[in-house]
């Protein structure tokens, strides 16, 4: 098995930051880049909806992120995403996220699947991807403690983020008979 690259650490961010960064002025900030709330008052980023990237590599893993605290849900494991710009595809969304985030090199993947969460006023979509020239992560941005190849038997292991912990086992069973 080949031994998955640790991943580069990127600028001290502070990991005890318990608060988010401010953001951008609103007319600077791209129009996706929202809350949206449902019927029940339960909140989701993304105004155009949210995408992220499974990255799998047959002997490394997955690729998982660990949540900067100031986050929703905070502290827990899950994978490089965010929200989509308008007119923005899931995939191009889940690429460009895992790019910003964790470095993932664009030219080294290839999307296998995608698997949506529709909730009718919201949406989430997961792109699998095969990860055809291993990699190290890099921490790149505020919204990560660490980025983590995980053998995919340990995945459950962790404490995940909850969305991605009900899409986990549909997700492995999909991507173990790709």
Do not use: C, N
């Not at 961010?13 to 401010?22: K, V």
């Not at 007119?87 to 290839?110: F, I, N, Q």
């Not at 790149?140 to 459950?156: G, N, P, T």
């Amino acid at each position: 098995m080949t031994q998955p690259p640790a991943a580069v650490p990127g600028p001290a961010f502070g990991a005890e930051r318990t608060t988010p960064p401010p953001l951008p002025p609103e007319h600077l900030r791209d129009p996706g880049d929202a809350w949206v709330e449902g019927p029940d008052g339960q909140r989701f980023w993304g105004r155009f909806g949210a995408a992220g990237l499974l990255a799998w590599h047959p002997e490394a893993g997955i690729l998982l992120q660990h949540r900067a605290v100031w986050s929703h849900h905070g502290g827990t494991w899950g994978i490089p995403g965010g929200a989509r710009k308008l007119g923005e595809s899931a995939a191009d969304a889940a690429l460009r996220e895992s790019h910003e985030e964790a470095g993932v090199p664009l030219d080294a993947v290839t999307v296998l699947f995608e698997s949506v969460v529709d909730l009718g006023y919201w949406s989430y979509t997961t792109v699998v991807v095969r990860v055809d020239e291993l990699f190290a992560p890099v921490v790149a941005d505020l919204e990560s403690l660490e980025l983590r190849w995980v053998a995919i038997e340990q995945v459950d292991a962790l404490p995940l983020h909850p969305g991605f912990a009900r899409s986990w086992p549909g997700l492995r069973e999909r991507l173990l008979a790709a």
